[in-house]
């Protein structure tokens, strides 16, 4: 089976169960190793499929339950104004999670009525976006952050810090977005102690993959 074969599987099959499954297990129905079925869920992570790992009984790999909502019924103009305000933190780069943002305020506004379309881009040029921070960290980064935060798994990042650059193993616990800058309050999981980091100083980043426990 192809790479690319195997990933539409994959994702069929997790759309599909009801409880979670593990690496091992997929690995074996794939006829594939433990470690390509994590770069397949990392691509498929990549693609915007929430792939999350649940413990306890029946836990597992399984598809956030978030992955979609039911209808949600705006008025033309509630629309227009989420997805103005959508751009304005879009262009802001203050998040980690702009990427997804981007992928949303794009859905919210494909749905619109033309006339609405027109008023949102009218709306958007009478913004000014002062402030905006011209320091932003890799997509990469930002990717791992924004997963590391959804899943609230640890994550290995290298940092810049005033005394050179540092490797550390953190759980992230806050994200405070400033005027000109993000900062991500950790538990240092190191040094058993809290830490904060901003985030246009963080030079690379991965998410630790965390084995599946009992009863997974």
Same mark, same amino acid.
């Given at each position: 089976?192809?790479?690319?074969?195997?990933?539409?599987?994959?994702?069929?099959?997790?759309?599909?169960?009801?409880?979670?499954?593990?690496?091992?297990?997929?690995?074996?129905?794939?006829?594939?190793?433990?470690?390509?079925?994590?770069?397949?869920?990392?691509?498929?992570?990549?693609?915007?499929?929430?792939?999350?790992?649940?413990?306890?009984?029946?836990?597992?790999? $399984?598809?956030?339950?978030?992955? +979609? /909502?039911?209808? %949600?019924?705006?008025?033309? #103009?509630?629309? !227009?104004?989420? &997805?103005? *305000?959508?751009?304005?933190?879009?262009?802001?780069?203050?998040?980690?999670?702009?990427?997804?943002?981007?992928?949303?305020?794009?859905?919210?506004?494909?749905?619109?009525?033309?006339?609405?379309?027109?008023? $949102?881009?009218?709306?958007?040029? +009478? /913004?000014?976006? %002062?402030?905006?921070?011209? #320091?932003?960290? !890799?997509?990469? &980064?930002? *990717?791992?952050?924004?997963?590391?935060?959804?899943?609230?798994?640890?994550?290995?990042?290298?940092?810049?810090?005033?005394?050179?650059?540092?490797?550390?193993?953190?759980?992230?616990?806050?994200?405070?977005?400033?005027?000109?800058?993000?900062?991500?309050?950790?538990?240092?999981?190191?040094?058993?102690?809290?830490?904060?980091?901003?985030?246009?100083?963080?030079?690379?980043?991965?998410?630790?993959?965390?084995?599946?426990?009992?009863?997974?």
């Amino acid at each position: 089976m192809r790479r690319t074969e195997r990933l539409f599987a994959l994702a069929e099959l997790l759309r599909a169960r009801r409880t979670g499954v593990t690496a091992d297990e997929l690995a074996d129905r794939f006829e594939v190793s433990v470690r390509t079925i994590y770069r397949d869920l990392d691509s498929l992570r990549a693609a915007a499929l929430p792939v999350v790992g649940e413990r306890g009984r029946g836990g597992g790999l $399984v598809l956030d339950s978030s992955y +979609t /909502l039911p209808p %949600v019924n705006f008025t033309a #103009r509630e629309a !227009a104004i989420l &997805v103005t *305000a959508g751009r304005w933190l879009e262009r802001a780069r203050l998040m980690p999670f702009v990427d997804t943002l981007r992928a949303a305020v794009d859905k919210v506004q494909a749905a619109l009525p033309a006339a609405r379309q027109r008023e $949102v881009a009218r709306l958007e040029r +009478t /913004l000014a976006y %002062v402030g905006v921070p011209v #320091r932003s960290p !890799a997509p990469a &980064v930002r *990717a791992a952050i924004e997963r590391a935060w959804l899943e609230q798994a640890p994550i290995r990042i290298v940092y810049d810090g005033a005394r050179g650059r540092t490797e550390r193993t953190v759980r992230i616990e806050q994200v405070i977005m400033e005027r000109t800058t993000t900062l991500l309050n950790c538990h240092d999981l190191d040094k058993d102690a809290p830490r904060q980091f901003q985030l246009h100083r963080i030079a690379r980043a991965e998410v630790i993959e965390t084995p599946p426990g009992p009863g997974r």
